[in-house]
């Protein structure tokens, strides 16, 4: 331990010496306290938390991962580059207590400036809100709604794999069915299709959505909903919300704008049975404008329980995105391992374009095979015309499909790899109000804060172990 915290010391030195790492560090504490004055939020109490908990903290956290980036490469390939490395290597310290000291020297670093950070932010927040010339009940409502820690319950969907079946057999039977498309492709298009229908709302019709919710339900809870309407620009949506617990209804009238989250309250909620129960949420249409609405099958009707607090959810946000720099830190001390400073930095570059692009990555990847190549192969197609007939897509070559199967292997694998890195959303959800489940963070703890850095680790010994570290590195 001694010499892993030696081999960290003195890492922490070069660190602070760097100068691309102050100045990354001093526009982190800019963002933390600085970007909350330069940006102007929406003119509501939610859009001003936001805009502190998303976007400032958001922005700090990026810069920190090019910090841990960029000084984990400089930790080994710059020492190796200046030779300053072969002066450990050639003393009787194990190769994996030097990868160690490296990354746990960037690990205090992380874990001193996130505090600072979270610091900061929390403050700036509590005193631009009390500075805040927003109403009492808006504000007691955001803090209620975003300043809070709710825990999203979500109706299953019904089960239509039989009327899906039907369907398309049925579409089969007339020759309604496109040629050269999968059937999967197909099935998915159904089911999408009768969803879409079964969570359509006429005008004077309803829909009910079914919660499992647990015993000892909250007096205070929250129905979040987002409904579309067929009546093109802002006409209202006018309905009626009826919350169904046991014997008890409790109902709200409603007027929003379609397209837009709303949060409807509820207070002194009946106490249920010590076992699980079902509570039902029937939404009215009354039929203004004679439009339909329109639910998303997933979340566009969504019971929210409040469990926790804001500081335990604001706490819990903090440890996730310091594992996330825990891992970040271990790939860039591995690039350094691997590669030479200008090689190393290349890598960190293209994983943060990776990054930028996460959400594309994460929804290309997560569509089976055949729908991908069915919707990208007839980019690559060219067109064909009948006389003067209008010019019609010609079928996907060979090519063209092939080039789309390699490109969904390409999406897959990298989502698959990177997956930890693409996929954490706790800030948003920090940021809505969302309880982020401890569960959640226990397994980020496992992930990317200790069997991912010990496989990098264990790669990086090798490395050290086998590579001739005394010649200039060639790649």
Not at 79 to 101: F, M
Not at 146 to 156: I, N
Request: hydrophobic share 50%; glycine share 6%.
């Amino acid at each position: 331990m001694n010499q892993i915290a030696a081999i960290a010391l003195l890492a922490l030195r070069n660190a602070l010496r760097s100068r691309v790492i102050l100045v990354l560090l001093l526009l982190v504490l800019a963002a933390a306290f600085l970007l909350p004055h330069a940006i102007r939020h929406d003119g509501t109490p939610e859009g001003l938390i936001r805009l502190h908990l998303a976007y400032s903290l958001g922005i700090a956290g990026f810069l920190l991962t090019l910090a841990s980036l960029w000084a984990g490469c400089a930790a080994i390939s710059q020492e190796a580059d200046d030779k300053t490395l072969q002066l450990v290597l050639v003393k009787p310290v194990p190769r994996l207590r030097i990868w160690l000291g490296k990354w746990l020297a960037l690990l205090l670093i992380n874990a001193l400036l996130l505090t600072v950070v979270g610091i900061l932010d929390a403050v700036t927040l509590q005193a631009a809100l009390r500075r805040s010339q927003f109403e009492p009940e808006a504000l007691a409502r955001a803090r209620q709604t975003t300043l809070a820690a709710l825990e999203p319950v979500q109706a299953p969907l019904p089960d239509i794999k039989t009327e899906v079946q039907a369907e398309y057999e049925a579409l089969r039977a007339r020759h309604l069915l496109p040629e050269n498309v999968p059937e999967s492709t197909l099935l998915d298009s159904i089911k999408r299709t009768l969803l879409a229908r079964a969570y359509a709302i006429p005008p004077g019709g309803t829909r009910a959505w079914r919660f499992q919710v647990p015993a000892h339900l909250p007096p205070t809870f929250f129905v979040q909903f987002k409904a579309d309407s067929s009546v093109p620009g802002s006409a209202e949506i006018q309905a009626r919300l009826d919350v169904h617990i046991g014997g008890h209804i409790m109902s709200r009238e409603i007027d929003a704008m379609p397209g837009t989250r709303q949060m409807l309250l509820f207070t002194n909620s009946p106490s249920l049975s010590d076992t699980a129960t079902e509570i039902s949420a029937v939404f009215s249409n009354h039929g203004a404008y004679d439009a339909t609405l329109f639910f998303d099958p997933t979340d566009g009707l969504v019971l929210r329980l409040p469990r926790g607090t804001f500081s335990g959810n604001y706490l819990r946000a903090l440890a996730s995105l310091y594992l996330r720099l825990a891992l970040f830190a271990a790939l860039g001390v591995t690039f350094g391992t691997l590669f030479s400073m200008p090689v190393a930095t290349f890598l960190t570059l293209v994983l943060i374009l990776i990054l930028q692009l996460s959400g594309f990555i994460s929804a290309s990847a997560q569509v089976d095979r055949a729908t991908f190549v069915a919707n990208v192969a007839p980019f690559g197609a060219g067109a064909h015309s009948h006389g003067d007939e209008t010019e019609e897509p010609a079928p996907p070559s060979p090519l063209a499909r092939a080039t789309a199967t390699v490109l969904y292997y390409t999406y897959r694998g990298t989502w698959l790899t990177l997956r930890p890195l693409l996929e954490n959303r706790s800030l948003d959800d920090l940021s809505t109000g969302t309880r982020l489940p401890p569960r959640d963070l226990l397994r980020d703890l496992w992930q990317q804060g200790i069997f991912l850095p010990l496989l990098l680790a264990g790669l990086s010994t090798l490395v050290l172990k086998r590579r001739e570290w005394a010649l200039p590195a060639v790649n």
